[in-house]
């Protein structure tokens, strides 16, 4: 049951004490806000994504997919949601996954300067072979036949790691980003292939690519989710995006 009257609206930023669970103002599904993307009015009175919840205002959340905030466009679902009339880019879903892609390039570029990522097809290769990878990124653009390559190690070691533990250890495989989107996040030319090492801003990359995916993806029909779930490499891959 949602803790607030008006379950298209909250009112205010997320503290700890917010609800973990919000109504979809498109769909009407109570879905976990990670699953969703919350919206908010600027002081000039245009909508605006609050990807980190932390934005003053009340705030209208929907699902976190691109169709649906192009949809929630159309049905210019934001001027009822938030009562009043407001200015709503024609482009908004489009502003939107730019600004998730931003947050996904500069969780990777803190990975980096963390010392927790590797770039290079050799490292890579290296750095499989030593079992230190705790997932992998294939530029979107990349040359399918160094991606297969990596691929391949990634789930001989995957079975190797089974036959001594008894179960898989699965190896998330990012292909989210473009070469240069890598290049511009790791501030060298060239990045095609890449892979994370253990630490927290590995972690945090990780969670907000799985953001960025979902979001190009939840309503595709045509993702392989299933395949994905059986495969020894529990895959975060996506498509090039579609327009509206």
Not at 48 to 53: M, Q, V, W
Request: glycine share 6%; charged share 25%.
């Amino acid at each position: 049951m949602l803790a607030f009257a008006d379950p298209d609206l909250d009112n205010g930023p997320r503290t700890d004490r917010s609800a973990t669970m919000r109504m979809c103002a498109v769909t009407r599904q109570v879905r976990p806000i990670d699953e969703l993307i919350r919206f908010v009015v600027s002081p000039q009175g245009e909508v605006i994504p609050d990807l980190k919840r932390k934005l003053p205002g009340r705030g209208l959340w929907v699902s976190a997919s691109r169709q649906t905030v192009a949809e929630a466009v159309r049905r210019n679902q934001f001027s009822k949601g938030f009562k009043r009339d407001v200015r709503v880019a024609a482009t908004l879903a489009t502003d939107t996954e730019g600004l998730l892609v931003r947050s996904v390039t500069e969780a990777l570029a803190m990975a980096a300067k963390a010392g927790q990522v590797i770039s290079g097809f050799s490292k890579v290769e290296d750095a499989l072979e030593q079992r230190q990878v705790q997932a992998l990124i294939h530029a979107s653009d990349g040359a399918a036949d160094g991606i297969r390559k990596l691929d391949a190690i990634a789930r001989q070691n995957a079975g190797i790691n089974a036959g001594i533990n008894d179960e898989s250890r699965e190896i998330p495989v990012v292909t989210a980003l473009t070469s240069e989107q890598l290049d511009l996040a790791l501030g060298r030319s060239n990045v095609i292939h890449a892979a994370l090492l253990a630490g927290p801003a590995s972690r945090t990359f990780l969670s907000r690519s799985q953001v960025l995916v979902r979001y190009r993806m939840a309503d595709d029909d045509r993702t392989g989710g299933n395949a994905a779930k059986n495969s020894p490499i529990q895959t975060v891959r996506t498509r090039t995006t579609q327009q509206d």
